[in-house]
């Protein structure tokens, strides 16, 4: 791109996916504190159309606004007070909107390199996903060797590596996800215990493909009225664990007696209270199992930044399959 302009995607005000405008802007400077990203891929973040609809009142926007929380690039300009060691570094930004542009500024302090292995198109999805899928099953819920997982909206990107972390943990695991697509989409990552919860007989064909019809761990990012089945299916002693509420609504509250009596736990995970620092062992082990393939990131479609009010649309059609990621600039981004 020659000039001092960029491609944005701007929102003026909250509201459906045709907010989602796209405009010449000036190219922005990084200020103290800040770095200036050449935008590689946007991971399409649920987050993104969250808040273009202003759903998320603990993550306020003021308008206008660029969203695309997930994304990688290279750095490209440093603030006056940022060590110039962070030129041409592959990094992915994700404690700040506006990679739906050209170019983002970004706190320096929330930037994590790409390791080296790791392409910028996985790299945009790869921790997000997969570090709130570890440490919600092994830090929060505690999955142990033999226990049984039941994951909702197991073709999403959480959910798909719900299942592979819980999978080499020797965990028995079951997926829900909506229609035959998306069945479809987790079994070629090699499940078959996938239950399609669009079938109103969902609970039982979810107890029949586990021993003892019940689940020592649930992972629910969706919450809604679907959640109330989670007191039914989950065994004594189990933890249910909510990470969301896609289905627009928490999930119902639950009776305390019922608590008592089945000896249960309901609990509640984000990813920024349990994450740890890179180089840690946790880390290393999840960087490991990318590179060499044993668990694969759920990348979905791909599509240039000029279709992504068609890819909001999709999202709240519940028609994504993984993380869809949209291409500004490109794995020869510079
Ligand atoms: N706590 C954290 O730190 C953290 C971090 C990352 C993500 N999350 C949360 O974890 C959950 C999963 O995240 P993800 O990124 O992997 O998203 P995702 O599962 O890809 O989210 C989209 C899916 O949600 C399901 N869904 C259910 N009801 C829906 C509705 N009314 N509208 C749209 N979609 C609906 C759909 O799957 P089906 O059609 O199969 O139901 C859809 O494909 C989300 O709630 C997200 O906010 C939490």
Redesign the pocket.
Known sequence: MGGATMRAIVVDEPGPPEVLQSRELPRPEPGPGQVRLRVAFVGM???DA?VRRERLDWMPVRYPFTPGLEHTGVVDAVGPDVDGAWLGRRVLSRTSFGGYADWSLAPVRGLLQVPEGISLRDGCIWR??TY?AW??LHRCARLQRGERLLV??????????ALQVAREASASVVG????PA?VEWVRSFGFDAVVD??DAGWPALAQAAVPGGAFDVILD????PQAAHNHALVAPLGRVLY??????ASPPPVPVGMLIDKSFSVG???????EVAPGSEADLAMIAAIREGRWRLPVGDVVPLAEVAALHRR?????????AVIEVGGEAVR
């Open positions: 973040n649920p987050v969250l997000g996903c709130t440490h919600a909702h909206s197991a073709a999403g990107a959480v959910g798909l590596m829900l996800c909506g229609g998306k919860y669009l990012g969706n919450g809604g990470l969301g509420a896609m289905a627009g509640g995970m984000t990813l920024r209270q349990v999202l709240e059609a519940r028609a994504l399959r993984g993380r």
